[in-house]
């Protein structure tokens, strides 16, 4: 058994998730990782957050699907952390307590990042996470950085000509699915302030955050990210 693959098997019963900004390519990472250690023999679970479940589902819908201007900036937060409470108990717990290693597209540290970046503090976020999720923080937590301007290029993104207003720069920026005339509309500013919000993360995040340099090629990204791994669960 060589030292990655003792190491990889060290993961079991690890709760992983990959984060950062649109257009980082975590989606993708969380394939090639998932891929990689079924390899090792490792029981593996992919989930993302928001959604995930059936109710959390639901909930996505309600986020994604219709006219949110008048939905309280607190409702539409608790309604986040109403889907990953149940992210949590539904499927993430029962996998770790069975020793599957689970991988997680986005969690806590996106609401962080992106409520950040429209102006609401963080900390605030973290209070009503601890009452979603209990002691459920990851083991890792891996941002996927990468320019902003190299990440608009990635996803075919046009800059954007206004100043986003809250609706615009809300928290629905964490859909990928979400509309698109409203995701062009974003300002870079915005999203450097994103991208600034998710590398600040390990100044006071609960759980351990590891940034990882996303600009090159996925399977060199993915090779950073293996020696991420390796390194910290040997340790």
């Known amino acids: ?44 679970v992919c989930c993302r957050d928001p959604g995930g479940t059936e109710i959390g589902d639901r909930i996505r819908s309600v986020l994604l699907d219709y006219d949110l201007d008048r939905m309280d900036v607190r409702c539409e937060t608790l309604l986040f952390m109403a889907s990953r409470a149940q992210l949590a108990g539904e499927i993430i717990r029962p996998a770790l307590e069975a020793g599957k290693v689970v991988l997680c597209d986005r969690f806590v540290s996106s609401t962080c990042a992106y409520q950040g970046a429209a102006g609401f503090d963080p900390h605030k976020v973290l ?73 600040a993360l390990p100044n006071y995040y609960p759980a351990r955050v590891v940034r990882v340099d996303a600009a090159s090629e996925p399977r060199a990204v993915h090779e950073r990210i293996l020696e991420v791994l390796t390194r910290h669960a040997a340790g």
């Open 1 to 44: 058994m060589t030292r990655s693959h003792a190491s990889l098997a060290a993961l079991a019963g690890r709760f992983i998730v990959l984060d950062g900004p649109d257009g980082c390519g975590k989606s993708t990472q969380q394939h090639l990782l998932a891929q990689r250690l079924a390899q090792e023999g490792l029981d593996v």
């Open 127 to 199: 209070d009503l996470a601890w009452h979603a999720v209990g002691n459920l923080w990851p083991w890792m937590t891996l941002i996927l950085d990468v320019d902003t301007d190299v990440a608009f290029a990635r996803i075919g993104r046009p800059a954007g000509r206004l100043k986003p207003s809250y609706r615009e720069a809300g928290q629905s920026a964490l859909f990928s699915d979400a509309v698109h005339d409203a995701m062009e509309s974003r300002s870079p500013e915005y999203h450097r302030q994103v991208r600034e919000n998710f590398l």
